[in-house]
């Protein structure tokens, strides 16, 4: 096993009980402190971990490094030293993170500066996206919206069990947690009408999904098997993809979502290593029929990540409308990386390919407002009373996401966004 997975370390870091970042997960991320400028940062408890300071004051020369790529805006360059600096990296923070070293905690002076209140930090961006591709890999959500969208028609299309249906994405308008969302506008069609009318959207949704950061990249031309798809990916994040429904149902036929899905997709600032979550990798759903020999692969490739979402209005408190998990995923990242490359697609550094709607077979395992309500014919209450069929105005959308196994709970902090009127 992985020493820096191992259940029995322990941290001289105070890390409070429940707490999504204990010595076993050590994320990255990027944040901002007073007026030093945008570093790279690890989350350990209520903490973070200063490793452009660290690396200054000679806490991390094991490495090896020329240049301080900590000190840096984005997780790029740091990725794109390879998986032996990343498991380099991650040994030596955890090693002197762990209860018995005395190296930085001896050190009060460097400690001050190297150990920063989570609370007082802004976090950014953490990585330089590229290319941005969202799939569509939960078969109970392909499923929900077949229903709805086509009752007197199958459910699923005919290609939806052989690949892994994806569209290329928006990634300009990827935005860090904490960013208001603005109602977009665009063509709608209400129904009854002849003609279409424009406007700010009426049936804004969010969209639980998880998503996974390219690591290592391929040549044109080339294509990543599942086999080693892995050894591509650097971790994974929380994602919103906000979706205006109205606007989709107009415009997404014949060539799919535009204008209801580039406005914005929100991100969790913390990236959760691969390292970090193979404990909780699981079996997936049984595909049937079986798949194309390129798509094939072999051991357990889904994770076992408990996913939830609240809806919290002006005047109330948080409500919890959705329970879903990344297991039920039908498609595994492995078999998305393979597929999108099959065809001699180069993915850069930074890239992010999201999942798509994670939904579960019961009805609070929804992942989107257009199924919790069934397309707003079964209105949800929240705590304060008020009932919704879509998001309003005012309201904040709150996803978080975990991994438990034992004593060791490994978490991905949450992904909120408000929404804001239309201008």
């Known amino acids: 096993m992985d020493k820096t997975i191992s259940p029995d370390l322990k941290s001289w870091v105070n890390i409070p009980a429940g707490s999504d970042f204990p010595i076993q997960n050590l994320p990255y991320g990027i944040f901002k402190y007073g007026t030093k400028k945008p570093r790279i940062g690890v989350a350990i408890g209520e903490h973070v971990l200063d490793l452009a300071f660290l690396y200054r004051k000679g806490y991390l020369d094991n490495l090896f490094l020329n240049e301080n790529v900590f000190k840096s805006k984005s997780l790029n360059k740091f990725i794109g030293l390879g998986k032996a600096y990343w498991n380099l990296t991650r040994n030596r923070i955890s090693e002197l993170l762990r209860e018995e070293n005395t190296e930085l905690r001896a050190n009060k002076e460097d400690l001050k500066e190297a150990l920063v209140p989570m609370i007082e930090v802004e976090m950014l ?16 959500h392909a499923t929900n919206v077949g229903k709805m969208f086509r009752p007197n028609g199958d459910a699923l299309l005919p290609n939806w069990k052989h690949l892994p249906v994806g569209y290329h994405g928006r990634a300009s308008s990827i935005v860090i947690s904490g960013t208001p969302i603005q109602r977009p506008k665009g063509q709608t069609m209400p129904e009854g009408a002849d003609t279409p009318v424009f406007g700010p959207s009426k049936l804004l949704d969010f969209e639980l999904e998880m998503a996974f950061i390219i690591g290592r990249g391929n040549e044109m031309g080339t294509s990543i098997p599942t086999t080693e798809a892995e050894s591509h990916i650097f971790g994974m994040v929380i994602f919103n993809d906000w979706s205006a429904r109205d606007i989709q149902s107009w415009e997404y036929v014949p060539l ?7 406005f914005a997709s929100s991100i969790s600032p913390w990236v959760v290593t691969m390292d970090a979550l193979q404990a909780f990798k699981c079996e997936g759903p049984v595909q049937d029929p079986p798949v194309l020999p390129y798509l094939k692969f072999e051991g357990n490739k889904n994770y076992d990540i408990n996913l939830e979402v609240f809806i919290k209005s002006d005047k109330g408190e948080a409500t919890l409308v959705c329970e879903s998990n990344t297991k039920y995923l039908y498609w595994n990242i492995n078999q998305q990386l393979a597929h999108h490359t099959i065809g001699g697609c180069n993915m850069r550094i930074g890239d992010i390919c999201a999942s798509g709607t ?5 009805p609070n395992s929804y992942g989107s407002m257009l199924e919790l309500t069934w397309r707003g014919t079964k209105p949800i209450t929240l705590n304060d009373g008020s009932e919704r069929k879509f998001l309003q105005d005012g309201d904040t959308v709150i996803m978080k996401a975990s991994c438990k196994k034992g004593d060791i709970r490994i978490g991905f902090g949450e992904v909120t966004g408000k929404i804001i009127p239309s201008t």
């Open 256 to 262: 799919g979502p535009f204008l209801s899905k580039n």
């Open 125 to 140: 961006l953490p990585l330089q996206i590229g290319d941005y591709t969202d799939f569509y890999s939960s078969m109970e």
């Open 358 to 362: 994670i939904s579960g077979a019961k």
